[in-house]
């Protein structure tokens, strides 16, 4: 499934002895963490492990208080290509205070390639049409983004992180809350970025239909990685919820 | 009436003041930061109250302060989030009471300080004009021209950071700009309104717009038409520009909601919702698996690295976690 890459080609991600400091509280622990071009990884763990801070910090959304993150061989502080990156954040809505269409949401993602007092030329026209029919949001291309159910305006924000036909993909929690047709849509997405040898990365509770296209997952616990290798479905599933023994339902 | 020098002045810088506000506004209210025209207002009539008591044209002195205190407003808010609407409250008031303060100390009395909370059509002078047209020019082709990475900004601040955008310096754009419209529309519709002026037309337009450029531009329209019509109604009843104006601004607002949302029902009407379909899958309970023939008994010095779960503590074995589970072990 990995694309065969040269010994010398950078890592995607480097995260080497990383420590982040969240309002007084080491949310992240001396983590260390190589993500070849072309992995898929899940990164699991319960609410408070630190998950979602490992990958804002991937991203340069948070500082690291020890450690470096580099991101294809250059740490991230000094990163400048952005185009290689599509992020999709943690969101309940995609809207803002003002309307919004589908299109114009999906177009921020091409921001990293525009330059500035510039409108949008042909061809990144066409890319938004393209990453809209990979989500399979093309009719709804001039609906407001408010108006969309939450599967649909998670759609949206994959759309917008895929615009850029990006090397790496950063998804937080891009299934929490989405009806079973999104889901199916996004892994079919991730799955033909896959075979273009995208690298993923993404954080999640519940994979779902996106199980299957995972090559190694990382469990994280306390701030440490405590699992680091290829999944396996008792681990995507029951072992990030914790459970108690008189569970109703629960065989013995 | 439109003979009359001083009205084709203010009706130039009406124009100009209908087409900035809701250009700025607009950002702002897709910020969800649709007060901070007013806090900068409010700081402006300081700005206002300083160059009265300097000497100095008052416009000039407005617009430096409002940039400061507009500066202030964006550092406070990125760095200390919860602390941000007390920070523009602070600014409200120290603003508003140094402006006093200091026109008091100027010896000028409350009619001057009216003319520049309310609007009035005579301030407009030909010097100032120039300078309104200028300052305008400046704020469309920043609002316009930068349009695509300032609503990145607006719409989510984290996603344009991670785009490459200088998310900062175009916070602070935001800023400056809103700085500078305020102490343009101070001529027209004065600082306490000012900010209404930026809100109420971006309102009014997403009643019947769905996307963020035919907001920006209905709502530019309907500025420039509140303020044409607010002046010559000022001019014709004797009355004080600003009001008039936001009155006439909320008048349209009250028609658009109307109108949108019998659009809105009719469209309901005819296009009834497509057949819900489950929304969210409810998960299964997490299968009990028993380790198949698991003769090594954990400990908690047998070696296997020991993870936390919940209750209980998980062994790693063999790229498995183990759970004691009665007589047996599970797979976790």
């Known amino acids: ?252 | 009436m439109f003979e009359l020098e001083f009205m084709q002045r203010a009706l130039i810088a009406g124009l100009l003041t209908g087409l900035t506000a809701p250009a700025i506004g607009t950002y702002l209210v897709q910020r969800r930061l649709s007060l901070m025209g007013d806090g900068i207002g409010h700081i402006a009539i300081t700005g206002v109250a300083l160059g009265l008591l300097t000497g100095t044209a008052p416009a000039l002195t407005a617009v430096l302060v409002a940039i400061v205190g507009a500066t202030a407003i964006e550092l406070v808010r990125a760095r200390g989030k919860a602390s941000g609407d007390v920070a523009l409250a602070l600014l409200f008031y120290g603003g508003i009471a140094g402006g006093v303060l200091l026109i008091g100390l100027a010896g000028q009395g409350a009619a001057t300080l009216n003319t520049y909370l309310f609007g009035s059509l005579t301030t407009v002078s030909p010097s100032d004009l120039y300078a309104v047209v200028a300052l305008a020019v400046a704020v469309l082709v920043f609002a316009i021209g930068l349009g695509p990475q300032l609503f990145a900004v607006c719409q989510d601040e984290e996603f344009a950071r991670v785009t490459g955008l200088r998310v900062q310096m175009l916070n602070l754009l935001i800023a400056v700009l809103a700085a500078v419209t305020v102490t343009l529309a101070m001529r027209t519709v004065g600082l306490l309104l000012v900010s209404a002026l930026m809100v109420v037309p971006v309102a009014t337009a997403q009643q019947v717009t769905r996307s963020f450029r035919s907001t920006f531009a209905t709502a530019c329209a309907i500025g420039v038409i509140a303020c044409l019509a607010g002046i010559v109604t000022s001019y014709n009843a004797d009355v004080a520009p600003g009001a008039t104006i936001v009155v006439l601004a909320l008048a349209g607002f009250v028609v658009a909601a109307t109108a949108g949302a019998l659009v809105r029902r009719r469209r309901g009407v005819r296009a009834p919702l497509p057949d819900e379909e489950p929304e969210v899958d409810v998960p299964e309970p997490a299968p009990h698996v028993v380790s198949a023939g698991h003769p090594h008994a954990h400990t908690a010095d047998c070696g296997h690295p020991k993870v936390e779960h919940g209750d209980h503590v998980d062994y790693v074995h063999d790229g498995h976690l183990h759970a004691a589970h009665g007589d047996h072990w599970d797979e976790h």
Do not use: C
């Open chain 1, 1 to 252: 499934m990995t694309p065969l890459e040269p010994p010398t080609a950078p890592k995607a991600v480097q995260v080497a002895d990383l420590s982040v400091d969240l309002g007084g509280r080491l949310v992240l622990r001396g983590v260390d963490l190589q993500i070849r071009q072309g992995e898929v990884l899940a990164v699991l763990g319960t609410n408070g492990s630190g998950k979602s801070t490992l990958i804002r910090t991937m991203v340069g959304l948070l500082p690291a208080a020890r450690g470096q993150v580099k991101l294809f061989g250059t740490p991230v502080p000094k990163f400048r290509q952005w185009d290689r990156v599509g992020y999709v954040p943690q969101r309940i809505t995609a809207a803002g205070g003002v309307p919004a269409t589908v299109a114009e949401v999906v177009s921020s993602g091409l921001l990293s390639k525009r330059r500035l007092f510039r409108p949008l030329r042909a061809e990144q026209r066409a890319a938004i049409d393209h990453a809209l029919e990979v989500v399979d949001m093309a009719d709804q291309r001039k609906d407001a983004v408010a108006e969309l159910s939450g599967g649909q305006q998670q759609r949206v924000l994959i759309a917008r992180a895929l615009v850029s036909d990006p090397d790496l993909l950063i998804l937080d929690e891009p299934t929490a809350g989405v009806d079973q047709a999104s889901q199916a849509v996004f892994s079919e997405a991730i799955r033909e970025r896959v075979a273009r040898g995208t690298t993923v990365v993404m954080v999640s509770h519940d994979l779902g239909p996106m199980d299957a296209l995972i090559d190694r997952s990382v469990v994280l616990r306390r701030g440490r990685i405590v699992y680091d290798g290829p999944p396996h479905a008792s681990q995507t599933h029951a072992h990030v919820h914790p459970h108690v023994a008189d569970e109703p339902g629960w065989l013995s």
